[in-house]
């Protein structure tokens, strides 16, 4: 098992521009979600998924959407890159929510610079 | 929303104890996570805690109190690669959410 990924790894966008993160698992959990994490402000909660077909959002949602029309696909999008958006961001997955004991396991990351 | 506090930094000795605080807020959270992430990878687990008292995973131990808003993560035995952050996370019952507090980094001496 691949467990969770992301693509692209790394990826430098001017202001205005649009973009799309894909992450993908393939432990047929239920549960997706994407964060962000910058300098002194631990990880941040923006949007999440529940089940195919299905998206909410978190703590920090503006500026970004997201999709999730397969279980093991969620993506994220970005459709005009600000400064304020450079960051990593990280997918993670749970079988079932957090609350319930359930882990979440977190891909390898995509750090984002827009200039 | 809930807030989370762990100290920023601590270093300490190879082959040393050392332990991680992380105070809340009594209201807020079921259970809680403690995360390993080390410079530039991931968060990966360690430790869920739900109810009180002492949970021992090899050299890794969380310890809970509900009633005061507090956990700890002990480490033993050090080792260079205990270097990384570790992050400690609250859990609602029935949310989708784990809140994140900034976590703290730990440096690992000889």
């Known amino acids: 098992n691949a467990g969770v990924t992301q693509t692209p790894k790394f990826r430098v966008l001017k202001t205005g521009q649009s973009m799309t993160l894909l992450c993908a698992q393939d432990?047929?959990?239920?549960?997706m979600y994407w964060y962000r994490q910058d300098p002194g402000m631990g990880l941040r909660l923006i949007h999440y998924?529940?089940?195919?077909?299905?998206?909410a959002k978190g703590e920090v949602p503006d500026g970004y959407n997201v999709s999730r029309l397969k279980k093991q696909n969620f993506l994220l999008g970005l459709e005009s890159a600000a400064p304020s958006q450079t960051s990593v961001y990280f997918c993670?997955?749970?079988?079932?929510?957090?609350?319930?004991?359930?882990?979440?396991?977190f891909g390898p990351g995509t750090r984002l610079t827009v200039l | 929303g809930q807030n989370i506090d762990q100290p920023t930094e601590m270093t300490a000795t190879e082959g040393a104890i050392v332990q991680i605080n992380c105070t809340y807020q009594?209201?807020?959270?079921?259970?809680l996570f403690w995360y390993q992430q080390h410079a530039g990878e991931a968060p990966t687990f360690l430790s869920y805690?739900?109810?009180?008292g002492l949970e021992e995973k090899g050299r890794f131990s969380s310890f809970l109190s509900r009633s005061k808003g507090y956990s700890y993560l002990l480490l033993k035995e050090l080792q260079m690669k205990d270097s990384a952050s570790y992050l400690c996370?609250?859990?609602?019952?029935?949310?989708?959410?784990?809140?994140f507090g900034k976590g703290t980094k730990l440096s690992v001496i000889p």
């Open positions: 998924s529940v089940g195919e077909g299905t998206t």
């Open positions: 432990m047929n959990h239920e549960y």
């Open positions: 805690n739900v109810l009180d």
């Open positions: 993670a997955s749970s079988l079932i929510n957090s609350g319930d004991q359930d882990t979440q396991y």
């Open positions: 009594t209201s807020g959270f079921n259970g």
């Open positions: 996370a609250g859990a609602g019952a029935g949310s989708y959410q784990l809140t």
